[in-house]
């Protein structure tokens, strides 16, 4: 297990998160639903990443989502215990070694499975997912059980190459991979791995690639930097194309 430098920096976003959160099944989540009619069987999982619903940047790109006619939910993943959003700043001092042991993804992956046990009962059986970073690894192991159809994950940590080919060979779900050009957790190497495993991956496999950008674009990323800002508008929107057309 290891983590690049990019992992826990970033900038802080600005806004009121407009969702409301739910204990489902004894997990804390964040909900945000659509003001348009929307499949009511259906929803998206959002899978943060280190610094969980605590950091707003989080809660306002699942609002985001919600504005496209999505029905969102966002499991606590961290009970209340995520990477500080002071660790963003330069001096940050936060040993992600030291967090990490007790915030496993088969820890937090059993949280999010307990989620969906709880909106199975309210009639929700189709899910697709997004993951950033952190989240991106609970994607994939989503992917291979085959519990959710439509996967997006966003710049992910914590895969090996192998990953990869388990996701092939297991998993039914389309693939969108938002990718960047300095990823110490995806780089070059695996992207191009990526691109070689998923060539005529018959459920559907896209990876984008935004010049300029750096692990954690997609949600974290300074939006001064006009290349960052194109960056995650074009990721969110490929991510919002993506479900549109394979959440069916």
Known sequence: MSFCEHCISGIRHEGTPEGTYEDINGIKTYVATPTTDYPKDKAILFLTDVFGLELPNNPLLIDDFARNGFKVYAPDLFEGDPVP????????????????PGHSPQHTGARVRKVIDGLKEKGIII???????????????????????????????????????????????????????????????????????????????????????????????????????AGKEGAFKASVEWFIKHLK
């Open 85 to 100: 959003a002071n660790a963003l700043g330069p001096d940050s001092t936060f040993d992600l070694y030291k967090w990490f």
């Open 127 to 229: 899910y697709g997912a997004t993951g950033f970073c952190y989240g991106g690894r609970l994607v994939f192991d989503l992917a291979f059980e085959n519990i959710i159809a439509v996967s997006v994950a966003n710049h992910p940590s914590l895969l090996e190459p192998k990953d990869l080919d388990t996701y092939v060979e297991k998993s039914k779900a389309p693939l969108l991979i938002n990718s960047c050009e300095v990823d110490g957790q995806f780089p070059k190497e695996k992207q191009e791995k990526a691109d070689a495993v998923f060539a005529g991956f018959a459920p559907g496999y896209l990876r984008t690639y935004w010049d300029g950008c750096e692990h954690g674009f997609a949600v974290r990323g300074d939006l001064s930097n006009p290349k960052v800002k």
